[in-house]
């Protein structure tokens, strides 16, 4: 088949498409909805702004004073159209704002959750509830404050903190907190871990993806965007979301080619094991199969652990909104025609940790590809190319190799090894693997 | 004036984008049209600042949205037919005609959900390799190779002993 094949045997299968009776009606009608709800937000965000300019002309203060000449024209905190915006069905109700406030200058004076060395207690201005109200999936009512700190005398930012109810307690708490820089900073996972709650300018969009997905031809996230009605956008995670793999992204739908980590809107979580577990093996040491022969100096001698880092980040396997530089704590490592072959492993925030072989290439790059979880890939086993035999890997076991189902066992050797193209069966430990199954 | 606009482009263009969102997701019918009703309802209220171009803007959406919609999908469910080679009849005729075409929206439907939308874009839309690379955000290269592995791996799949694989367990070393 080729293209122009492709073309007519498209257009043949779809051309009797048409969309329902009503389609063009019922798009309508939703997209008036949409555009009625972005302006009800749209219209509270000028009002709020608004509001501050006025305060701003007739009460002047240290901080809303013009600023001197070559002095930077960014926006000055307590004039940040935060500081004036509220939103939330509990933000008028001056009982319930009361005890949030409560909550706030509590929790900042007894440095819970954060603040036990003063860092934040330069507070120029008044805390200002900058939402309140109802999550989903029941968790019940939470509330974003926001106060301006002042770090140093020309650092001035504002400081965000979630409040709401700890479980098994009756009153509000601060819960977490979180400072500006880069960006407008506020996003919490309460602690029932999977109720988020992130501040966002009403009428824009933030991307949440709930956990990375891992395919042959690499990671992929799934976003989804949410956008900000009320000031927040509150979502939920669902029962079965891992929170430490969630992603939250400001502006354009993320991709892996506008990554950027200053996008990246990292979430504060106010629950306990807040904390990934290490899901590697239990290996420290590296084994070289011949990658360095026995002439080579040491100062020339093959920085594996560094290459594979490099391979496993350039090679598009990893989520580039999750990634971090981390060195394999085993590796395996054996020469083959182009270059030196790797074998490690990598986990990803709480995910997985896997098996990824670096198998080199001529061009000096490397084909990285996944072999597997750590839980149960051992022993480690990878086809060489060009029939070229396998490498064998299981840390701490005595391994064996034999030829047939007739063959006698090798000689019985340690960690790991590069066997013959012939070699049909390994035992390690307990483990027995036949190597058709190789990859 | 603006309602007016939006609703005669939605009247005018749906068929053509029906079509193209049936192909991203693998031919099926309500989900494109789930799908292109979602798309449509989040232009709208931007629909003032796109008006000069909407169709691209629209194509372009609605590729996004296919591509994260079937990421999705692929998380719970696999769907990819096991097999696609249906035998043909031993004659052939108009139903043959059919069944190849439907062949080929299923034998898309098992690509890659970023592969499919190259394909679909660069040979059902008619853009160029460019326009695609700019509707997907990634380059030229990208593109390229994404074509040529697609149109390879569609070759495979419509071959008559062709049958899709299960894949390997991951794990397996």
Not at chain 1, 166 to 178: E, Y
Not at chain 1, 406 to 412: L, T
Request: hydrophobic share 40%.
């Amino acid at each position: 088949m080729d293209s122009r094949d492709l073309t007519q045997a498209l257009r043949d299968a779809t051309e009797d498409l048409t969309p329902r009776d009503g389609f063009a009606g019922d798009v309508v009608a939703g997209g008036r909805r949409r555009r009625r709800r972005n302006r009800v937000a749209m219209a509270s965000a000028v009002v709020g702004t608004a509001a501050v300019a006025a305060i701003a002309m007739t009460g002047p203060t240290p901080l809303s004073a013009p600023p001197a000449p070559g002095a930077s024209q960014q926006t000055e905190p307590s004039r940040d159209w935060r500081m004036s915006y509220q939103g939330g069905e509990h933000v008028d109700d001056p009982l319930r704002v009361t005890e949030i406030i409560e909550a706030w200058t509590t929790g900042l004076r007894t440095g819970r959750p954060a603040n036990q060395n003063g860092t934040f207690d330069d507070r120029p201005g008044d805390p200002h509830v900058y939402w309140a109200g109802d999550t989903i999936n029941g968790y019940g009512e939470a509330a974003i404050v926001m106060e301006v700190v002042r770090l140093s005398p020309d650092d001035e930012r504002i400081l965000t903190g979630v409040v709401a109810t700890p479980p098994n307690t009756t009153a509000p708490r601060l819960l977490g907190l979180q400072l500006d820089g880069p960006g407008e900073q506020g996003q919490f996972v309460l602690p029932d871990n999977r109720t988020v709650v992130a501040v966002a300018r009403p009428g824009t969009e933030l991307w949440l993806s709930r956990e990375i997905t891992y395919t042959d031809e690499g990671s992929q996230r799934h976003w989804m965007p949410y956008e900000a009605t009320d000031g927040v956008i509150v979502q939920d995670l669902y029962d079965n979301s891992n929170k430490l793999n969630v992603r939250l992204v400001a502006g354009a739908e993320p991709t892996p080619e506008n990554m950027d980590p200053d996008r990246i809107r990292p979430l504060v979580m106010t629950g306990r094991d807040a904390v990934p577990t290490a899901r590697g093996l239990p290996w420290d040491r590296t084994v070289d199969l011949g990658a360095n022969d026995a002439a080579s100096s040491v100062g020339d001698r093959f920085d594996a652990s560094a290459e594979f880092t490099k391979a496993l980040r350039d090679s598009g396997q990893l989520d580039p909104w999750s990634y971090q530089e981390r060195r394999s704590p085993w590796l395996v490592m054996a020469r083959v025609q182009d270059g030196v072959l790797m074998i490690g492993e990598h986990q990803e925030l709480d995910e997985a940790a896997y098996v990824y072989v670096a198998m080199p290439r001529g061009d000096g790059g490397y084909d990285v590809r996944r072999a597997g979880t750590t839980d149960h890939s051992l022993p480690v086993a990878v086809r060489l190319p060009d029939n070229g035999g396998y490498v064998v890997a299981a840390f701490g076991e005595e391994l064996t190799y034999r030829t047939g189902w007739d063959g006698a066992w090798s000689a019985p050797f340690r960690d790991a090894g590069l066997l013959p193209p012939e070699a049909t069966h390994v035992q390690a430990g307990d483990h027995f693997l036949d190597l058709a199954n190789a990859k | 004036m603006r309602d007016a606009e939006f609703t005669d482009f939605v009247t005018h263009r749906s068929p053509t984008l029906l079509r193209s969102a049936y192909l991203l997701c693998g031919g099926d019918h309500a989900a494109a049209e789930d799908l292109l009703q979602e798309v449509l309802e989040r232009v709208f209220p931007r629909w003032r600042r796109i008006r000069d171009n909407p169709e691209a803007y629209v194509r372009a959406a609605l590729v996004n949205a296919a591509t994260n919609r079937w990421r999705h999908r692929s998380r719970r469910v696999t769907e990819a037919p096991l097999a696609i080679d249906v035998p043909a009849p031993p004659v052939a005729g108009p139903e043959q005609h059919i069944l190849t075409h439907d062949l080929v929206v299923r034998a898309l439907a098992t690509l890659p959900t970023r592969m499919r939308a190259v394909l679909v874009l660069r040979f059902f839309d008619d853009l160029s390799a460019a326009d695609t690379a700019a509707v997907l955000r990634c380059g030229v290269g990208t593109v390229k190779s994404q074509t040529s592995r697609g149109l390879a791996r569609l070759r495979e799949h419509l071959t008559p002993s062709a049958t899709a694989t299960t894949g390997a367990a991951d794990g397996q070393p």
